[in-house]
């Protein structure tokens, strides 16, 4: 059982930038796809970003440019450095984790291909 805990969430203001981790823990390894979705209340979770196991990386096309992914294969921790955040970057942010299988089919985006999810922490930008 593979448990995912996020962190690093806050309130932060426009134009401002915040860093998120999840730390994975139980029987994890970098062959695993790791992904970020946010959620607004009263909408559905949204892809945000992936990465697997060689670096490659995947983002949503309102976060290019603005929003890093990365992973620390010896800490077991991916982050997720966010620049220029924008009032609309608003949500609970979810790091999720799933099988090779991700990046075979190439379906990063959809929420329903991972297996493992985290508790959620909040993001908030003020404007």
């Known amino acids: 059982q593979v448990q995912l805990v996020e962190s690093g969430g806050g309130l932060v203001q426009a134009g401002g930038s915040l860093r998120l981790s999840c730390a994975a823990s139980?029987?994890?390894?970098?062959?695993?796809?790791m992904g970020w979705f946010r959620q607004v209340p009263g909408k559905e979770r949204e892809f945000v970003t992936a990465?697997?196991?060689?670096?490659?990386?995947y983002y949503a096309d309102s976060v290019k440019g603005r929003f890093t992914i990365t992973r620390d294969n010896a800490k077991n921790t991916v982050y997720l450095q966010m620049n220029n955040l924008k009032p609309e970057d608003t949500a609970v942010y979810y790091c999720?984790?799933?099988?090779?299988?991700?990046?075979?089919?190439?379906?990063?985006?959809?929420?329903?291909?991972?297996?493992?999810w985290g508790q959620g922490t909040q993001v908030t930008v003020s404007s």
């Open positions: 139980g029987p994890t390894g970098s062959s695993y796809v």
């Open positions: 999720a984790a799933g099988s090779v299988g991700i990046a075979v089919r190439r379906t990063y985006y959809l929420e329903d291909e991972y297996r493992y």
């Open positions: 990465i697997i196991w060689n670096g490659g990386t």
